[in-house]
């Protein structure tokens, strides 16, 4: 919705989150919809304090001993849409609070280079507190959170990459998980003339990579290596590509710089 109605979403944050995400003393949390409900309740007719530790747990007693009679089960994605909408917000406090606490709660882990959160069927604890994990939260949502700069989907709607501009401009070629590295960042900096690009190996051995850099301009390009000059490239055309290679140790990050010389 940010994308196409940026103004209310924003305008109507703190109102939508009153109770469903609190800080109680420097703790942030997502609860679970009758909880944040709760929550209001004791706000509006009782007057209590939206981000009191004695509010929150008022409000998680009453759900604990209400669900236990009603037998409901709430199974939505909440956590990964709030992560998702806290990301394209920029709302960094909160969004990297709840990440940490997915970190902490969730049980991480990571499969052929790639980071997931395990599926918990169990909504929440015996304390209340949030401990639902589903497949969409876990494999795309808490990822997609961390990736996402602020209005992300905004400016995809607002100024898509045309064909055009994705032909005319460099870009990294031949990096695959099966080489054994993941691709922590692909960096194009048009002021520098030069393309950054970190690698990380997740399959605890060392990796001989090769990978191509692609639609560079003509004339002489350097790259570096661990900040190490390793090699240059002379090309005669518009639009040339060139090779790269290196290696990258156990757990290690490296970064390769190919710049314009």
Not at 163 to 179: H, L, N, Y
Not at 182 to 204: F, H, K, P, Q, Y
């Amino acid at each position: 919705m940010n994308s196409w109605n940026s103004e209310f979403v924003r305008s109507s944050f703190d109102k939508q989150a009153m109770g469903f995400i609190t800080n109680a003393e420097g703790k942030i949390e997502i609860h679970h919809p009758a909880v944040g409900t709760e929550i209001r309740r004791l706000v509006i007719e009782e007057g209590a304090c939206v981000d009191s530790p004695e509010t929150v747990q008022r409000a998680r007693e009453s759900f604990l001993a209400n669900s236990k009679k009603s037998g409901f089960r709430y199974m939505q994605p909440l956590f990964g849409y709030v992560v998702e909408w806290l990301s394209e917000l920029g709302k960094t406090t909160e969004l990297n609070a709840l990440l940490a606490y997915a970190d902490t709660r969730f049980n991480p882990a990571w499969e052929k280079g790639g980071l997931f959160y395990p599926r918990n069927d169990q909504i929440v604890d015996e304390d209340g507190e949030w401990t639902f994990v589903d497949p969409f939260s876990g494999n795309a949502a808490i990822g997609y959170a961390r990736l996402n700069v602020e209005d992300g989907q905004k400016k995809m709607w607002e100024s898509p990459w045309t064909r055009q501009e994705v032909a005319g401009r460099p870009w990294v070629d031949d990096i695959d998980f099966s080489q054994g590295v993941d691709c922590l960042r692909g960096c194009w900096d048009e002021e520098l003339n030069a393309m950054v690009i970190t690698l990380r190996s997740w399959n605890g051995k060392t990796n001989f990579i090769n990978f191509s850099v692609r639609i560079l301009d003509k004339g002489s390009w350097a790259v570096y290596e661990r900040d190490n000059l390793v090699a240059v490239h002379q090309l005669m055309k518009q639009g040339g590509d060139i090779q790269v290679k290196g290696s990258i140790g156990p757990s290690e990050e490296v970064d390769f710089v190919v710049l314009s010389s």
